[in-house]
């Protein structure tokens, strides 16, 4: 059994134990900033909700400059923020190269796309329920939390699965410009070297990684509808 | 108990003004069940929504008991909601929570303990008879266990006032009637005044005291339900009263020339109409046999709204011109509208 891998996957058990620590690296990326990734942009996605034109908070100023921030750091490819971010990642964290100096390219590859899908969630909320709530005199805080968030646990599911997954992608082309993870695992092994063994692993732990975001998204999704 | 005093409200949409509400002063006694009737585009949600200020009037004022609403800061309406209850046309259930959980909703955070709650929302589920569905989720419901579900939610803080958007409209005849029998029975039990919006004239005849009817953003009509369809003053009250009526078949018939309202010589078709509320005595026989004349029924149609007989009838009276018009006297005396429909001549 040992003798077929090891003639089938060469490379990989040469190299196993860095592959395990890069699997690491990929899950602790997509981990720490995909928390607090989450947290900024489900905030930034409610103040979005609360403050445009009819919300409960109604501020079209404060909506306006937020959409156009999120709109332009949207629009800008991943690859170039990674770049563009440097200076910025060596001053706040020290370095911008390894694991922690992927973080904060991340984080501000992953807020704003995280954001709209949050307020696209948040719009799905029925105007009748937040209605209902005013009328049963509910504070513009407590429709938020007590309807809006409440009611659209499923879609925010969804839409953090879906930001998680494309959270993965964007790790391994953070590893890149040399932040490590799998991505960079692969490149340097798999396509830098020809050693197509180590392409195919990693493709597969990816696969897994995104398979068991997305099984986790599901049970929560069928737990939260009804 | 409601007053509303001049109250306006526009609407800005794509550059276009609407006047939606314009200029509407209302009172609604304590008590009573006030219905709000008008077609589509009326008003009728504006107007009501500025009642627990839902929308904000341009101009006017809202009191409620001795309070001003229109007066108070955000805060302390928040507080005063708490006496408006209201219920609406696609009932506004929280998908994700249990009925128990739906009606608890307005009882959490006001220093309620759980059993407090837990005691509470049991006895308004059985008061609007669903018990067994506390655990139930609103996707698992009829339309009409929603609409008492949303009932018992809007009682749960013990308002003075509930508002109903046409909570009706979405459901059909037989259930209508129940949600409307339990809403009389919480009025007569509970003493909750009821404000019913509606473009139904069957709702407001089975359940209100007084009605408003709105045209154009204006109350244009309004009084007791027996007064105001008992002499219609507006066309648009007529025709609200023309959707129930079946009296309005006669028309389609004469026009049809149906063999119906074929007449011989010395017959007469005649519309009598009930004015008053006093009407109670056999009139048909009484005619006849004062004044000599045959009446033949083709169809009456006559409700009782408010205690009395609200409605008409269609004859075909047989005589001797003088007699019929002796009779026609008569009844006009006891205020009866009478109208000749159609006249078939003299032998
Ligand atoms: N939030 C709003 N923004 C813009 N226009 C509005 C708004 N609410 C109501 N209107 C307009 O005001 C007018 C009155 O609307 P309202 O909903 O009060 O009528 P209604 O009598 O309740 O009608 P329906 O029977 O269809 O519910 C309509 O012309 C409507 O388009
Ligand atoms: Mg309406």
């Known amino acids: 059994m040992a003798e077929i891998i090891e003639n089938l996957l060469p490379h990989v058990v040469e190299k ?16 720490f900033s995909g928390i607090i990734s989450f947290v900024l942009g489900l905030a930034l996605g409610i103040v979005l909700i609360a403050t445009r034109k009819g919300g409960v908070l109604q501020n079209t100023v404060l909506y306006g400059i937020l959409d156009k921030i999120i709109n332009l750091f949207r629009s800008i490819p991943f690859i170039i923020l990674l ?30 796309f995280f954001s709209r899908q949050v307020e696209s969630a948040l719009s799905e909320v029925d105007d009748g329920l937040v209605e209902a709530a005013a009328a049963m005199g509910t504070s513009p805080i407590g429709i938020i939390f007590r309807v809006y968030l409440k009611e659209s646990i499923p879609s925010l599911t969804r839409v953090t699965t879906i930001t998680a997954v494309s959270l993965v992608g964007l790790t391994a082309m953070a590893g890149a410009i040399g932040g490590g993870g799998l991505g960079d695992f692969a490149i340097r092994y798999g396509h830098q070297r020809n050693q197509i ?7 597969i732990i990816l696969l897994v990684i995104v398979m068991i975001l997305q099984e986790i998204g599901n049970l929560i999704i069928k737990r939260t509808t009804h | 108990m409601i007053e509303l005093a001049g109250i306006s409200k526009s609407f800005v949409t794509k550059g276009k003004n609407v006047e939606a509400v314009k200029d509407v002063t209302l009172h609604i006694k304590e008590h009573e069940i006030y219905g709000i009737i008008g077609f589509s585009g009326a008003g009728k949600s504006t107007l009501v929504r500025c009642i627990n200020l839902l929308e904000r009037p341009d101009s006017g004022k809202v009191i409620l008991g001795e309070r001003e609403l229109t007066n108070l800061s955000d805060k302390e309406l928040r507080e005063a909601r708490k006496d408006i209850g209201m219920i609406f046309q696609h009932f506004n259930l929280f998908p994700s929570r ?12 006001r220093g309620l303990s759980k059993e407090e709650i837990k005691e509470k929302v049991l006895e308004l589920l059985k008061l609007v008879e669903l018990e067994d569905k506390e655990n139930a989720y609103p996707s698992q419901l009829s339309g009409g266990q929603k609409q ?10 013990d308002p003075k006032v509930l508002l109903c958007d046409e909570a009706t409209s979405a459901l059909d005849p037989q259930t209508t009637h129940s949600i409307l029998k339990l809403l009389k029975q919480l009025n007569q039990n509970l003493g909750i005044t009821i404000v019913i919006i ?3 004239m069957a ?20 009084g007791e339900v027996f007064e105001v369809f008992a002499n219609p003053r507006q066309e648009i009250t007529k025709a609200f009263i023309n959707t129930t009526s079946a009296l309005r078949k006669i028309y389609d018939l004469l026009e049809e020339n149906s063999p119906v309202v074929a007449l011989k010589p010395g017959e007469k078709i005649l ?27 083709i169809f009456a149609s006559i409700e009782i709204i408010g205690d009395a007989p609200l409605g008409g009838t269609i004859i075909i009276a047989q005589g001797k011109a003088e007699d019929i018009q002796e009779a026609i006297r008569y009844l006009k005396e006891r205020n009866i509208l009478v109208e000749v429909l159609k006249d078939g001549g003299n032998h």
């Open chain 1, 16 to 31: 196993w134990q860095e592959l395990l620590e890069c699997t690491w690296q990929t899950l602790y990326m997509t981990g």
């Open chain 1, 83 to 112: 770049a563009s971010l440097i200076p910025l990642t060596r001053l706040v964290v020290g370095t911008a190269i390894g694991t922690k100096g992927a973080i904060l390219p991340l984080i501000f590859g992953t807020v704003p």
């Open chain 1, 197 to 203: 063994d180590i392409t195919f692993v990693t493709v």
């Open chain 2, 98 to 109: 249990t009925v128990f959980q739906n009606v608890a909703y307005p009882l959490k955070g």
């Open chain 2, 148 to 157: 008492r579900v949303a009932i018992a939610r809007a009682l749960a803080t």
């Open chain 2, 198 to 200: 509606t473009h139904e």
């Open chain 2, 203 to 222: 709702v407001i005849k089975e359940i209100c005291d007084r009605v408003a009817v709105m045209e154009h953003g204006k109350v244009v009509e309004e």
């Open chain 2, 271 to 297: 519309k009598l109409q009930y004015l008053e509320k006093s009407v109670s005595e056999a009139l048909i026989s009484t005619i006849s046999r004062k004044f000599n004349i045959d009446c033949n029924i």
